[in-house]
């Protein structure tokens, strides 16, 4: 890819139907390919556990 700020379609689709950031979608693909299932089910488990992390410590307050 030639230009750094193109994002791949796969990480764009994961991104909108999961909630995840961006760079751990990319991060995702790179880890363990283009298997749509398989990033779904990883993408659910981030997803999951930054959720867990806010119910348990609270949403982060601002100074």
Avoid: C, F, H
């Amino acid at each position: 890819m030639s230009d750094k700020n193109q994002t791949i379609p796969i990480v764009q689709k994961l991104v909108q139907e999961t909630g995840i950031a961006e760079a751990q979608a990319y991060e995702l693909a790179l880890l363990i390919g283009m298997n749509w299932n398989s990033l779904v089910r990883e993408a659910k488990l981030i997803r999951a556990a930054a959720r867990a992390e806010v119910a348990q410590d609270g949403p982060p307050v601002e100074n």
